[in-house]
């Protein structure tokens, strides 16, 4: 962790933590809803984009630790516990223009408390409660024909996403507090360290989970966390494309390869579909027209509410009341192609390994270090305060870290699909009798596992020095001049 980040005290309330279920919406004049699992067909696909899909797998929800199920490492301690998230659920990011589909899934009962840190013209707290509300105006003088209302924002985070992550931080105590006795009953300030990237719904998650971890009656009156953040052009949680511009050209090369091109033109006939429906010709409000991963976007968080899929807009109306219209077929193909967009750059190009070292290497050395400098009793080199009494580290960030880091284990291909909302991965460091670390490395709820051929480590029982070895390998020894490579 660089000596710069951020720090903002979060004052975290237990009343504030709990979520009310959303609400029902009314539906549009779309096509019909559809449930939010998908029929995936059984049989293994023939070409590489056609990623074969487990019928459990659910981007709406990812599967969580059972503490009825979890078992400890026979002959050892646990000493130390990275957590790396994905948000829970949220709004889209992609909007269609002239869609009459309410957002009203955030109900704000959340409160986010910021306060400032004591400073010498300003001795005490110096910030205030506040609590943010979105409103949508309407009328032919504002801008509703982008966005038709409801109370939430574009990829705001959900009361379903709050209160997924409470269940999460719930099951984790069940495990590390009332199970192994890892972590104190009460919250201590030493005892976790909590990172996120500046978005809301990743700190609101965070938020969420310890309110699960550390419920009311177990956070102590006045007390708090900080929360670490990085400067935006210094962020290492998600591909930084503002610093870093050689990942752009180097995903340029990418999208050359045969087997990228291959697989775009394979989808050209959905890819024309989709974007007269939406009318991007018109209206290019869509920030990822280039990826699959926009399309998935713009339809899954509606299947995850039941929302309807888009229709074809009707000028007469005003309403996307007309045929063609997106199938849940349609969708269902958008997020395999999604599924692909990530593990092709990320784990199977020829160009991965780089692709990897500049989108993820840093972060990778952030984990790597905190392990080392932990399981030797050392104090992080001063960049965490009180860092060797620290028991569990937090990293609250997207599908792009998770993603990130599946890649770089050159995880097998069920543990390579979009991660689901609220995707968590665990790192444990283990010590053994005889002295020795070893790492164990959990995923939604299941010992990682990896790709045939690519099977560097046992990640059920990993030695910390192979480990880090491994993650170390990745790491970029002069940032700055791959960077600038292109």
């Known amino acids: 962790m660089k000596s710069g980040s951020i720090a903002v005290s979060l004052f975290l309330l ?34 590489p984009w056609e990623v074969f899909v487990p019928k459990e797998y659910n981007y709406c929800l990812a599967a969580a630790p ?10 050892a301690e646990l000493s130390f516990v990275q957590l790396i998230v994905r948000h829970g659920d949220r709004t889209n990011l992609n909007l269609i223009p002239h869609d009459d589909t309410v957002w009203d899934a955030c109900s704000h009962d959340l409160d986010t408390n910021v306060y400032t840190e004591p400073t010498k013209p300003f001795p005490g707290k110096t910030g205030v409660k506040v609590q943010q509300r979105i409103f949508a105006p309407h009328g032919p003088k504002s801008f509703a024909f982008v966005y038709k209302g409801g109370n939430c924002e574009s990829g705001q985070l ?36 909590l990172r996120s990237t500046s978005t809301w719904r990743t700190k609101q998650s965070a938020q969420s989970l310890l309110g699960g971890l550390y419920p009311e009656g177990h956070w102590p009156s006045h007390s ?5 953040t990085l400067p935006d052009l ?35 006939a959905l890819w024309k579909k989709l974007y007269n429906i939406t009318d991007l010709g018109v209206y290019p409000l869509f920030p990822d027209t280039d990826s699959w991963i926009g399309w998935m976007d713009m339809f899954e968080p509606r299947v995850c509410h039941n929302k309807p899929l888009p229709c074809t807009y009707n000028p007469e109306t005003n309403k996307r009341d007309l045929q063609p219209c997106v199938t849940r077929e349609d969708a269902d193909i ?29 972060f990778l050395n952030d984990l790597s270090v905190e392990l080392k400098e932990i399981s030797s009793g050392g104090s992080n080199n001063g960049t965490k305060c009180n860092a060797s009494q620290h028991r569990f580290s937090l990293y609250s960030g997207h599908d792009d870290t998770v993603s990130s880091l599946l890649g770089a284990f050159k995880a097998d291909d069920k543990n390579m699909l979009w991660p689901p909302y609220r995707s968590n991965i665990l790192v444990e460091l283990w010590k053994k009798k005889n002295g020795k670390h070893i790492i164990r490395v959990i995923y939604n709820g299941k010992v990682l596992t990896l790709q045939p051929g690519h099977q560097w480590c046992n990640l059920e029982g990993c030695d910390l020095e192979t480990f880090t070895n491994y993650l170390d390998s990745l790491v970029p020894q002069d940032l700055a001049k791959e960077c600038r490579s292109m």
């Open 14 to 47: 237990a009343a504030g933590l709990s979520s009310a279920s959303p609400a029902n919406a009314p539906q549009s004049s779309a096509s019909q809803s559809t449930p939010s699992q998908s029929s995936w067909p059984s049989p293994p696909p023939g070409k």
């Open 66 to 75: 059972e503490p009825k199920k979890y078992k400890p490492v026979q002959d």
């Open 158 to 193: 959900t009361d379903k996403g709050k209160e997924m992550h409470r269940d999460l931080g719930s099951r984790l105590r069940n495990i590390y507090v009332d199970e192994l006795n890892f972590l104190p009953k009460d919250f201590t300030v030493n005892s976790i360290y």
């Open 224 to 228: 708090y966390i900080q929360l670490h």
């Open 234 to 268: 210094e962020e290492n949680m998600k591909p930084n494309r503002k610093s870093c511009l050689y990942v752009n050209g180097l995903r340029s090369e990418i999208e050359k390869e045969k087997t990228w091109t291959d697989f775009l033109a394979s989808q050209d």
């Open 334 to 362: 958008a997020l395999r192609n999604s599924f692909y967009s990530y593990i092709y750059p990320k784990r199977d190009s020829p160009n991965a390994t780089n692709y990897t070292r500049l989108v993820t290497g840093s």
